[in-house]
């Protein structure tokens, strides 16, 4: 007898739908962190006591991970649901959590002197908007981390096919993602350089084993592993400095 379709759903509720969003947030913080890092030792940035913010946090894993660093981290979502479960996974209650949309970043202090914008840049339709509303709440000195999807073949395969078109693969509901919305590095340094925010790295990134993440999906659809197990089975990995991104990449720019 043929297994049932999993139940694939954005801001799920409990853990036993697919919810593409957090599997990318668990999959993604090492490497997100790993960056984060070396670029504030690059540019001499101490986050410690510092303000910063997470934009699209899903559950916090990343504004958990940045406050270990020692700065005062908030952490923003659009959805009430993943801003809840968020507040339940924070055992030592050391972030802020509030559910806001993009446009409404204001009412959440600042301005901030690290701000990293996740789950965002490559679901909106109109990417000024989202750079502007994310500039205008980094202080002066302050650094913008972002990470995306690329424009390119492979790109447009693994998330407009394998990661909301193909069955046997889904993880996200259909028009999660769009083409227009896989913007190439150029585009992104444009609309920073547009609102005051110079680029000062870019730097792909890719799972360590593409079919690592392939077991990995079909481990969490079929339901032999949860949430939590995919991180340690998918080693993402920064490329070297320089290389053309293929599917993912992180961002560092910094308002003078």
Not at 49 to 68: E, F, N, P
Not at 79 to 98: C, H, K, L, Q, W
Not at 117 to 135: F, G, H, N, P, Q
Not at 188 to 193: E, K, N, S
Request: hydrophobic share 40%; net charge positive; glycine share 10%.
């Amino acid at each position: 007898m043929a297994r049932p379709a999993p139940h694939i759903e954005l801001n799920a509720r409990t853990d036993e739908a697919i919810d593409g969003r957090h599997l990318r947030a668990v999959a993604f913080t090492s490497v997100r962190m790993r960056y984060v890092q070396e670029l504030l030792a690059r540019l001499g940035v101490a986050p410690a006591g510092k303000q910063a913010l997470v934009i699209g946090s899903v559950r916090g894993d990343l504004a958990r991970g940045l406050a270990t660093l020692g700065p005062r981290v908030t952490a923003a979502d659009p959805s009430p649901v993943a801003t809840g479960r968020a507040r339940d996974r924070d055992i030592g209650g050391g972030v802020r959590y509030e559910t806001s949309d993009v446009d409404d970043l204001g009412r959440l202090g600042g301005p901030f002197d690290l701000v990293y914008c996740a789950d965002t840049l490559e679901i909106s339709d109109d990417l000024d908007r989202v750079i502007s509303a994310a500039s205008a709440v980094v202080a002066p000195g302050g650094v913008l981390f972002y990470d995306t999807v690329a424009r390119t073949p492979l790109s447009r395969i693994v998330y407009l096919g394998l990661f909301q078109g193909l069955p046997a693969t889904r993880i996200m509901p259909p028009g999660r993602y769009a083409a227009p919305r896989l913007r190439p590095p150029e585009e992104v340094i444009d609309a920073l350089h547009r609102h005051g925010l110079t680029s000062e790295d870019v730097r792909g990134f890719k799972p360590g084993n593409p079919v690592d993440l392939v077991k990995a999906v079909f481990a969490r659809r079929s339901g032999r592993i949860c949430d939590d197990d995919v991180a340690p089975m998918v080693n993402f990995v920064l490329e070297k400095p320089g290389t053309r991104p293929l599917v993912t990449y992180l961002g560092c720019a910094r308002r003078a």
